[in-house]
């Protein structure tokens, strides 16, 4: 079994399993890498997450960026 990295992609927002502190749950991913930024859309706070962290604790997609492929 193979552990293939989970496609994210600029601009995808995504649900984590804890919300901010300022109650909101949303996150839009501005830097990709090892670590992954992503900006609260309630607040607009920017963190950094492991990308194994991160693989871990979505919840699901709200929507995807402009750059990740049609289904």
Known sequence: MTNTPLALYLDDVVVLRKAHPCGGDAWRIVRLGADIGVRCTTCGRRVLI?????ERDIKRFTARGPLAPAD
């Open 50 to 54: 492991a990308r194994s962290a991160i």
